[in-house]
Nanobody
Framework: QVQLVESGGGLVQPGGSLRLSCAASGSIFSVNVMVWYRQAPGKQRELVAGITGGGGTDYADSVKGRFTISRDNAKNTAYLQMTSLKPEDTAVYYC????????????????WGQGTRVTVSS
C-alpha cells in the first residue's frame, strides 16, 4: 500500500511563512492527485489546495494569493508553501494522495497522512 508523511509544521508568527511537505512511499506506480486539507479546533476539515499530475491546481478562497501548492513527481512529494500566515490558518494540515499501485498501475489507492500541526501566533 501507499503511505504519506507530512512534515514542516510548527509555530510561526503572523505574517510569516512555512513550507509543508508530503512524501508518498510504498507500492507506488503513480501519484495522480495530491490534496492538502486542514482541520482547526472545533471545526470541520476543509480543502486547502490540490494539484493534479498535469500540474493543474485549485485553492480555497481563503488561501488564494498566499499559499502555493507544487509537486516533485520524481520524489512523489507535494509541497504547500504558505506565506502571509494568519492566526486563522492555525490547524492540523493533512495530505491526501490518490493514484495507482505498483507494479501494474491498475489498482487505485487513496491514502492519508497523519497530519502536521501549524500554529500561527504571536
Amino acid at each position: 500500500q501507499v503511505q504519506l508523511v507530512e512534515s514542516g509544521g510548527g509555530l510561526v508568527q503572523p505574517g510569516g511563512s512555512l513550507r509543508l511537505s508530503c512524501a508518498a512511499s510504498g507500492s507506488i506506480f503513480s501519484v495522480n492527485v495530491m490534496v492538502w486539507y486542514r482541520q482547526a479546533p472545533g471545526k470541520q476539515r476543509e480543502l486547502v489546495a490540490g494539484i493534479t499530475g498535469g500540474g493543474g491546481t485549485d485553492y480555497a478562497d481563503s488561501v488564494k494569493g498566499r499559499f502555493t501548492i507544487s509537486r516533485d513527481n520524481a520524489k512523489n512529494t507535494a509541497y504547500l508553501q504558505m506565506t502571509s500566515l494568519k492566526p486563522e490558518d492555525t490547524a492540523v494540515y493533512y495530505c491526501n494522495a490518490r493514484g495507482l499501485i505498483a507494479p501494474l498501475g491498475v489498482r487505485p489507492y487513496d491514502s492519508w497522512g497523519q497530519g502536521t500541526r501549524v500554529t500561527v501566533s504571536s
